[in-house]
């Protein structure tokens, strides 16, 4: 194994160690704080922060893309980074500001504006950590950005935003925890990557601001595609409604850009450093397929299957409306994981502007859908939202088919597998699910039975399957990220002959 993959594969293991940990502390804070608070204040805090995602990517400008990305930095392209990434912050801040009444009456909730003023200075908070954040991805030191985001989050949510929400601050608890988390996130990035802080103009730095500019059009047009919905919600159906539909979406939505982003950033570090070489481009990307497919499919699936058991059983009673919206979000957001592995190979071969012209039909195909689904129901735009995903995943795919040389084919072949399994596992838990229902179980009590079952289940068919699911570069992929682990754990996993296949298997990013 080269000293690239190593490294990319230690990162990779420090990502997914990141992730269990902030997906396990956000979920249950996130159920303490949903129980606590109700519907009305994420709503409002989701009004807000959808005008903040929007800002955060014009105020990074693609620059963080672009320090990972390009070959050689010198100290002047990190200064002029940074002193264009504080300005613009400033900016953004007071647009924000200024924008806030009106935000506040498209959203039809005067404290929309209050939210919205108290979380601009955001941008300053993080423009003062997101050079040093891609100077670490740079180096794939994943380590420290994941030990900074779980502290921040622990320490900005748990000691500051709970105790809140006990006292009945209601959304003001959710704006403190974030303001607190993303001072102390900064701080933390910044005291590992002390780079220097004097500005600078220096003409050097203009080529990473054009490549940033494509990179920001590309995530500008991602972000309208998947906060529409947001915007729809809210605007035609009333702040309690967009709790319903946030936290609707954040169930699976938060575990999948935790699972989307952790593999992301390593994929695009490393296919960066990988010289164009098609071949390892090709495994790279075919593996990240099947494993996403293998980590999301199952359980969004089985959530799909039992969406009111999972809602109340969660949340409590207050949150059963949330429950019909479950099911066509937990499938759409299936078909963004896989969509998601795309880009960051077109972004590794600097080749940005085919994803934007992808993403723009995504759009115009996603704008008509919505304005279908509008007409009747919440409900009927969470299912538009299921074939926008399905078009987007479509659409954002093939420019990366064509540029790896590959076909649909390859394609089915990854997923096939993770396909079946998550077949298993939907019509186990359902079937399981209907049978508590009728008995008459109580959800906080049906759900642990629901989760034992379908984590069984799916065990049960990757063991018993001898590696009959997995396509053989996910086994090379199983075989690298897991070195030093007992063979026999390995042949159990993949059966003894694809054992013997990745074993003997070499490349790979």
């Known amino acids: 194994m080269s000293t690239m993959t190593r490294t990319a594969f230690t990162a990779l293991r420090w990502n997914y160690v990141g992730f269990f940990a902030r997906s396990g502390s956000n979920f249950m804070i996130g159920i303490l704080l949903a ?3 109700g519907p009305k204040p994420f709503g409002q805090i989701a009004a807000a922060m959808l005008v903040i ?3 955060n990517l014009i105020t990074d400008a693609g620059f963080t893309s672009a320090l990972i990305q390009t070959p050689a930095l010198t100290d002047l392209q990190i200064r002029y ?9 400033l900016g953004m801040t007071l647009v924000c500001a200024l924008a806030s009444p009106w935000v506040a009456s498209a959203f039809h909730d005067p404290a929309v504006r209050g939210v919205l003023l108290a979380i601009s200075p955001l941008f300053l908070l993080q423009a003062c950590g997101q050079t040093s954040n891609a100077l670490l991805r740079r180096k794939l030191a994943f380590r420290t950005l994941q030990i900074a985001e779980v502290s921040s989050y622990l320490l900005g949510y748990l000691l500051v935003g709970v105790p809140l929400a006990f006292a009945g601050a209601g959304v003001w608890s959710l ?3 974030q303001m607190t988390q993303s001072t102390i996130n900064a701080a933390l990035l910044y005291f590992h990557v002390r780079h220097s802080i004097y500005p600078t103009f220096d003409r050097s730095g203009r080529h990473l601001l054009r490549f940033g500019v494509k990179v920001t059009l590309t995530n500008i047009v991602n972000y309208g595609i998947s906060n529409t919905d947001t915007f729809v919600v809210g605007h035609w159906f009333g702040s309690t409604s967009l709790g319903f539909y946030n936290r609707a979406f954040n169930l699976p939505g938060a575990p999948a850009d935790g699972v989307v982003n952790s593999l ?5 570090a490393s296919c960066s450093r990988a010289e164009g070489r098609l071949g390892s481009l090709r495994r790279a990307y075919l593996a990240c397929l099947a494993a996403i497919a293998f980590i999301v499919l199952p359980p969004f699936w089985a959530v799909a299957a039992a969406p009111a058991t999972v809602m109340v059983g969660l949340y409590g009673e207050r949150w059963r409306s949330a429950a019909p919206l479950l099911r066509p979000l937990a499938l759409a957001l299936s078909l963004h994981a896989l969509m998601a592995m795309a ?12 994803e934007v012209y992808a993403q723009l039909r995504a759009l115009v195909v996603t704008l008509a859908i919505f304005w279908i689904a509008v007409r009747f129901s919440v409900h009927a735009l969470a299912w538009g939202v299921l074939v926008a995903y399905l078009c987007r995943f479509l659409l954002a795919t093939y420019p990366t088919l064509r540029v790896l040389q590959l076909q649909w084919n390859d394609v089915l072949r990854v997923l096939a597998g993770p396909v079946l399994v998550a077949i298993l596992s939907a019509v186990s838990v359902g079937t399981l699910n209907v049978a508590l229902m009728h008995a008459g179980l109580p959800p906080s009590v049906a759900i642990l039975l629901l989760l034992s079952t379908g984590s069984m289940v799916v065990l049960l068919a990757i063991v018993l399957a001898k590696g009959f699911f997995f396509p053989a570069e996910f086994g090379d992929l199983l075989r690298k990220g897991m070195t030093g682990a007992p063979p026999a754990a390995m042949r159990l996993l993949l059966g003894q002959a694809a054992f013997d296949g990745v074993r003997g298997a070499g490349g790979g990013v």
Do not use: D, K, M
């Open 53 to 55: 995602g929007i800002a």
């Open 81 to 89: 980074v940074f002193t264009s990434q504080f300005l613009i912050a």
């Open 343 to 354: 880009g960051p190979i077109l972004s590794a071969v600097n080749l940005v502007e085919r």
């Open 175 to 177: 704006v403190a925890a």
């Open 264 to 268: 992301q950033g390593v994929l695009f």
């Open 35 to 37: 129980r606590l608070l």
